[in-house]
T-cell receptor, first 116, second 115 residues
Framework: EAGVTQFPSHSVIEKGQTVTLRCDPI?????LYWYRRVMGKEIKFLLH????????ESGMPNNRFLAERTGGTYSTLKVQPAELEDSGVYFC??????????????FGPGTRLTVL | AQTVTQSQPEMSVQEAETVTLSCTYD???????LFWYKQPPSRQMILVIR??????QNATENRFSVNFQKAAKSFSLKISDSQLGDTAMYFC????????????FGGGTRLMVKP
């Protein structure tokens, strides 16, 4: 079974530009999450999809961030326009929708975003 | 709100020895789950071990075990017979009961296993 994949692995952009990150969850996982780790701090939750619907987007920092999951498969996270403080590692995770409460989230390798 | 604190930013251990990583958390939930994740230098974060809060028995996965002290809200990770491949960032996390809820992470502990 293929794991969670993310693209690109690295992105370097200038302030004011737009960047789109992509996440492909594990096949059959309806839950999809975005997290980010900024400047060596804690990994912070951004939002949660159940299939194509946004279940919880309480962690999205501002309206420069737009996440989509059309068709309930892969997801994109767009940052427009990017600011210096957006630099960090963006992680995607997925899990089954049903099952026991002890289900774990499976993480992708992350996208390292650097805004200059 | 939930919080997780990992008080040891960095640790080191000699190969084959035992090391314990600390984690304390705070939550108002009665039903929650605790996790330890490991992120090796290659960056893929993987689940090490999980614990259900209502279970008193400490979880064990091969060389990894936890010391879960519910009253003290402590969830430490013990790695026995440390191996070079255990070198990684270790993150402690808590999640409310429902499987679909978000994880709240601690700041991480960087563990170096020395030959």
């Amino acid at each position: 079974e293929a794991g969670v994949t993310q693209f690109p692995s690295h992105s370097v952009i200038e302030k004011g530009q737009t960047v789109t990150l992509r996440c492909d969850p594990i096949s059959g996982h309806d839950n999809l999450y975005w997290y980010r780790r900024v400047m060596g701090k804690e990994i912070k939750f951004l939002l949660h999809f159940v299939k194509e619907s946004k279940q919880d987007e309480s962690g999205m920092p501002n309206n420069r961030f737009l996440a989509e999951r059309t068709g309930g498969t892969y997801s994109t996270l767009k940052v427009q326009p990017a600011e210096l403080e957006d630099s960090g590692v963006y992680f995607c995770a997925s899990s089954h929708l049903l099952g026991g409460g002890d289900q774990a989230q499976y993480f992708g390798p992350g996208t390292r975003l650097t805004v200059l | 709100a939930q919080t997780v604190t990992q008080s040891q930013p960095e640790m080191s251990v000699q190969e084959a020895e035992t090391v314990t990583l600390s984690c304390t958390y705070d939550t108002s939930e009665s039903n929650y789950y605790l996790f330890w994740y490991k992120q090796p230098p290659s960056r893929q974060m993987i689940l090490v071990i999980r614990q259900e809060a209502y279970k008193q028995q400490n979880a064990t996965e091969n060389r990894f075990s936890v010391n879960f002290q519910k009253a003290a809200k402590s969830f430490s990770l013990k790695i026995s017979d440390s191996q070079l491949g255990d070198t990684a960032m270790y993150f402690c996390a808590v999640r409310r009961g429902n499987a679909g809820n978000m994880l709240t992470f601690g700041g991480g502990t960087r563990l170096m296993v020395k030959p």
